[in-house]
């Protein structure tokens, strides 16, 4: 087997667990945000979700990038300097998020007031502002399990225990009818508990050597992960500022129908995320041996099937979008429809694109990853400004969508560059210009005699998706590396295929 088809064969296993993490993650996460968005008023969602971003804003800023510090050095320092270090780091973040969690939670009337001109929030602000201690705990701790390598540690911290502590407290928030407060506290709360399971687990896997405080060490790991909070800082504008212009401009009611259609879409974002979780260890090693050629093969597979997927998933979120949210968060959040199908299809152009930001990695190019984030973010916010005042929540969603666009458009440039090649061919072009005229004519001639209820529009896009990934083998056939992939599932799961095997033949 080359190290192209081996190579493959990681990235799809490797996508495979991480995506059955991310999506209990993110089916319990969203299963909670619907119960909070259908309870709390549309304005108290607002509220809830401005919170949210604050308190990610505050953990980005307080945690002076140290978790990517940790993750870094960890595994290249010896094992007495480990246990210094890791406790080093706890302590600055500590002294650092609680200093700002303080500051924010004391001062929730002005920020609310001053800054976002919307008192009615101000419980949300400063419950979330007294959290932001802890969420800068659980990302160092997180970043630290990472550099001692127990990736099944931070499984049960991220993508269990944290969602699952939330809907437990969503639902006594619901019980009780504890209103924004409490249900500010629901999403809060859970920060404080696995803050705590995240650091004692961080805690066992380090050695149990004692050495004494090295100052050169510190010092060298700190210059290292300051930056990092600059490119983090990047990356929240990008995704989250928004959020606050929306606010500004308009109001928590605008920022909560905002907030369930952007919930609604982060489904797609589970697509490349997952591949590209290990897409850039994997191109790195292949690129380390002057295998760039192989790479590209790699990736090429990738977005093939990146394509398909947000094709198929464009069908609810687009073409149903009213009838989507409407179904899901009920009525009051049906204007959220158009400004949900503007955000589906820039995540649709998000996955694909995507893919070249690993290999930019791969390739040591991180000032470049940097500068396009950068540019990401002013964009971001330069055209929420532009757009948001005059076409409100439609304008942030272009705006967003552009700047996702710009990122990644930047990056398949520069791929370019650096390697004279991309990843996206008529392998990937191909299943994106054969759905345009389906996608077309579905919403033209059998949408609008669609049931809006959630039973048909999930029957219908599943029919979608179904003949549109038959067109697609019919039109394009199998890969090389597809039928290698088939090939190895059945020897790997022991599954008999031998039916369909005249119909692999057939297409490959």
């Known amino acids: 087997m080359s190290d192209a088809d081996q190579a493959v064969r990681d990235v799809v296993k490797g996508a495979s667990i991480v995506y059955v993490g991310l999506f209990l993650e993110l089916l319990i996460a969203f299963v909670a945000q619907v119960l909070a968005a259908r309870y709390l ?13 604050l308190l990610d804003l505050g953990s980005v800023v307080a945690g002076l990038g140290l978790a990517s510090g940790l993750t870094r050095y960890l595994p290249r320092i010896a094992a007495a300097k480990k246990r210094m270090l890791a406790w080093t780091t706890v302590g600055a973040t500590l002294a650092s998020s609680t200093a700002i969690g303080v500051l924010v939670a004391f001062n929730a009337e002005f920020v609310t007031s001053m800054v976002f001109n919307d008192p009615s929030i101000t419980p949300s602000i400063r419950i979330f502002g007294a959290a932001i201690p802890f969420a800068a705990l659980l990302n160092l701790a997180i970043g630290g399990i990472r550099g001692q390598k127990q990736s099944l540690y931070q499984v049960y911290v991220k993508n269990i225990i944290h969602p699952v502590l939330r809907f437990v407290f969503i639902v006594v928030a619901l019980t009780w009818g504890l209103g924004q407060a409490g249900f500010a ?3 809060a709360l859970p920060y404080v508990l696995s803050a705590a399971v995240a650091l004692l687990l961080f805690h066992r896997t380090l050695p149990d050597i004692r050495g004494a405080f090295d100052w050169d060490l510190t010092e060298e790991v700190t210059r290292y992960s300051l930056p990092f909070t600059i490119t983090s800082l990047s990356g929240f504008v990008y995704r989250s500022s928004d959020i606050f212009l929306i606010l500004y401009f308009l109001d928590s009611t605008a920022v909560g129908i905002y907030g369930v ?9 589970m697509f490349s995320t997952a591949f590209n979780f290990l897409g850039a260890p994997v191109a790195s090693e292949l690129e380390s041996g002057g295998k760039v050629e192989e790479v590209m093969r790699v990736f090429r597979s990738v977005v093939r099937w990146l394509v398909v997927a947000s094709v198929c998933a464009l069908v609810p979120l ?39 930001g690993p290999i930019l990695e791969a390739l040591g190019k991180s000032k470049v990853l940097s500068f396009n984030s950068a540019a990401a973010a002013v964009s971001n916010v330069a055209l929420n400004l532009a757009l948001t005042p005059t076409f409100g929540i439609v304008g942030a969603a272009v705006a967003t ?23 996206i061919t008529w392998q990937g072009i191909g299943p994106a210009i054969v759905a345009a005229p389906l996608l077309g004519a579905f919403g033209l001639f ?5 049931p809006a209820t959630l039973p048909w529009l999930l029957v219908m896009s599943s029919l979608f998706g179904a003949v549109y990934v038959a067109i697609v083998m019919l039109a394009f056939g199998l890969s090389e590396t597809e039928v290698m992939i088939i090939r190895s599932a059945e020897e790997r799961y022991g599954v008999d295929i031998a039916a369909l095997d005249w119909l692999v033949r057939r297409l490959s």
């Open 41 to 53: 008023s549309v304005s108290g969602f607002g509220g809830l979700t401005t919170g949210t971003a």
């Open 185 to 187: 506290g629901a999403y």
């Open 261 to 269: 259609a952007y919930a609604a879409v982060s489904f797609m974002g």
């Open 318 to 356: 687009a073409i149903f979008s009213t009838e989507f949210i409407t179904a899901i968060y009920g009525s009051k959040y049906a204007s959220g429809g158009l400004p949900l199908a503007v955000l589906a299809a820039g995540f649709a152009l998000k996955n694909a694109l995507s893919v070249h």
């Open 401 to 423: 969508s552009l700047s996702f666009l710009l990122r990644d458009g930047l990056a398949a440039i520069q791929t370019r560059h650096y390697l004279g090649t991309v990843p």
């Open 446 to 450: 059998v949408a609008p005699h669609v």
